[in-house]
């Protein structure tokens, strides 16, 4: 019997399970990725929220240090063996349009979290971009996010932990922890339990009582193979963003579709990428992407996920509502529930991310999902 079951294998469920095995914990993670393919891996990997001067603290508390989190934990998996570290992260920056009194706000954002900063014309960034004024980021970069799921999976098997594959039905609270039942009428019980089951999390809650303001929401992205250097940093803009990776490809997304919780690319969906692509970088327009992919984020009406016990519950806990930022925010949210769990000195007041600041009124309403 495992000490934790965590319930969804995308990067948030990876990383917990990391952070509970250095804790001594025996962990399970039972996934199932061929119905529920992880948000993480359909991501564009920015180690950023985009416009991050624009959340709350509470959520650049979970994101400042991703960067030197995943450089840290890539250092551990290539110390322990695995393959294919060296090339997950670029650090090239992050490029943002921006100007007048936004800008303003990024530069004292920065300051005041000691992130350094500087304005920078597009074209000075990058010679054959069709942006404006912005600002550069330097210590900021991207993740290759396919190959990190893989790189960390990895890992943790050799680190003990279990992979169960099933299609969950429920997850029941016991008088400590939970039972965990799948399709197959297999079960599992655990004295603690994780939902970090990206856009099916809200079933799962539901189940137990809990409603929160959680919704699918479909991205499509499509990926260029270009010469290496052309796409200095991450360019991000309001209509859109290029994301280079180290063999010279550039990733261009994405779209945003609320309640959609389908997988697959559209027609529709490709010739908005196209078009924004061109309007990115003009170059791309004589060219034709070589992939187009679709993925379901676990949207969230605040700016902040809920991470914690789930209310009403003795050992059941929740990762979830990560939305865009899953990437970005992974490694602090799994050390924050890490510590929950097992009861240590929490590195910030859980108190924002807590699903019981959610009022009982609210957590059963469906207004959420109308707005």
Same mark, same amino acid.
């Given at each position: 019997?495992?000490?934790?079951?965590? +319930?969804?294998?995308?990067?948030?469920?990876?990383?917990?399970?990391?952070?509970?095995?250095?804790?001594? =914990?025996? +962990?399970?993670?039972?996934?199932?990725?061929d119905k529920y393919p992880p948000a993480s891996w359909a991501g564009g990997g920015i180690l950023s929220p985009l416009y991050a001067w624009r959340y709350c603290d509470a959520m650049t508390l979970l994101s400042v240090n991703a960067f030197s989190r995943y450089q840290k934990v890539l250092e551990e998996c290539d110390s322990a063996g695995i393959p294919g570290c060296g090339s997950l992260l670029h650090g090239g920056g992050l490029w943002v349009e921006t100007a007048e009194e936004d800008a303003a706000l990024a530069f004292e954002w920065a300051q005041r979290w000691h992130i350094p900063v500087q304005?920078?014309?597009?074209?000075?960034?990058?010679?054959?971009?069709?942006?404006?004024?912005?600002?550069?980021?330097?210590?900021?970069?991207?993740?290759?996010?396919? $190959?990190?799921? =893989?790189?960390? =999976?990895? !890992?943790?098997?050799?680190?003990?932990?279990?992979?169960?594959?099933?299609?969950?039905?429920?997850?029941?609270?016991?008088?400590? $922890?939970?039972?965990?039942?799948?399709?197959?009428?297999?079960?599992?019980?655990?004295?603690?339990?994780?939902?970090?089951?990206?856009?099916?999390?809200?079933?799962?809650?539901?189940?137990?009582?809990?409603?929160?303001?959680?919704?699918?929401?479909?991205?499509?992205?499509?990926? !260029?193979?270009?010469?290496?250097?052309?796409?200095?940093?991450?360019?991000?803009?309001?209509?859109?963003?290029?994301?280079?990776?180290?063999?010279?490809?550039?990733?261009?997304?994405? /779209?945003?579709?609320?309640?959609?919780?389908?997988? !697959?690319?559209?027609?529709?969906?490709?010739?908005?990428?196209?078009?924004?692509?061109? =309007?990115?970088?003009?170059?791309?327009?004589?060219?034709?992407?070589?992939?187009?992919?679709?993925?379901?984020?676990?949207?969230?009406?605040?700016?902040?996920?809920?991470?914690?016990?789930?209310?009403?519950?003795?050992?059941?806990?929740?990762?979830?509502?990560?939305?865009?930022?899953?990437? +970005?925010?992974?490694?602090?949210?799994?050390?924050?529930?890490?510590?929950?769990? /097992?009861?240590?000195? /929490?590195?910030?007041?859980?108190?924002? !991310?807590?699903?019981?600041?959610?009022?009982?009124?609210?957590?059963?309403?469906?207004?959420?999902?109308?707005?």
């Amino acid at each position: 019997m495992s000490d934790v079951l965590v +319930v969804g294998g995308g990067i948030i469920g990876l990383f917990c399970a990391l952070e509970l095995t250095k804790r001594g =914990r025996k +962990v399970t993670i039972i996934d199932a990725p061929d119905k529920y393919p992880p948000a993480s891996w359909a991501g564009g990997g920015i180690l950023s929220p985009l416009y991050a001067w624009r959340y709350c603290d509470a959520m650049t508390l979970l994101s400042v240090n991703a960067f030197s989190r995943y450089q840290k934990v890539l250092e551990e998996c290539d110390s322990a063996g695995i393959p294919g570290c060296g090339s997950l992260l670029h650090g090239g920056g992050l490029w943002v349009e921006t100007a007048e009194e936004d800008a303003a706000l990024a530069f004292e954002w920065a300051q005041r979290w000691h992130i350094p900063v500087q304005a920078v014309l597009a074209h000075e960034q990058m010679e054959e971009s069709a942006a404006g004024g912005g600002l550069l980021f330097p210590s900021l970069g991207n993740i290759r996010n396919p $190959g990190v799921l =893989r790189v960390l =999976r990895a !890992y943790l098997l050799r680190l003990g932990v279990r992979f169960e594959s099933a299609i969950i039905r429920h997850v029941r609270p016991l008088n400590l $922890g939970g039972e965990v039942g799948a399709a197959d009428g297999r079960r599992w019980h655990s004295d603690a339990v994780v939902i970090s089951a990206g856009h099916a999390a809200p079933g799962l809650l539901l189940s137990m009582g809990v409603t929160l303001p959680l919704f699918p929401a479909k991205g499509e992205m499509l990926l !260029y193979h270009m010469q290496p250097g052309q796409v200095p940093a991450v360019m991000l803009t309001e209509r859109g963003y290029l994301i280079p990776r180290h063999d010279g490809s550039v990733l261009v997304g994405s /779209t945003l579709r609320r309640g959609d919780n389908t997988t !697959y690319p559209t027609v529709a969906g490709r010739y908005q990428l196209e078009r924004l692509a061109a =309007r990115l970088w003009p170059e791309l327009a004589s060219c034709s992407p070589a992939f187009h992919w679709a993925g379901v984020r676990p949207g969230c009406e605040r700016d902040i996920p809920f991470i914690g016990s789930v209310p009403g519950t003795n050992g059941v806990f929740a990762a979830v509502g990560h939305y865009r930022n899953g990437l +970005v925010a992974a490694p602090a949210s799994a050390e924050l529930l890490a510590q929950l769990i /097992t009861g240590e000195q /929490t590195f910030v007041d859980p108190e924002p !991310y807590s699903l019981s600041s959610v009022s009982p009124s609210s957590r059963s309403s469906s207004s959420f999902f109308n707005r």
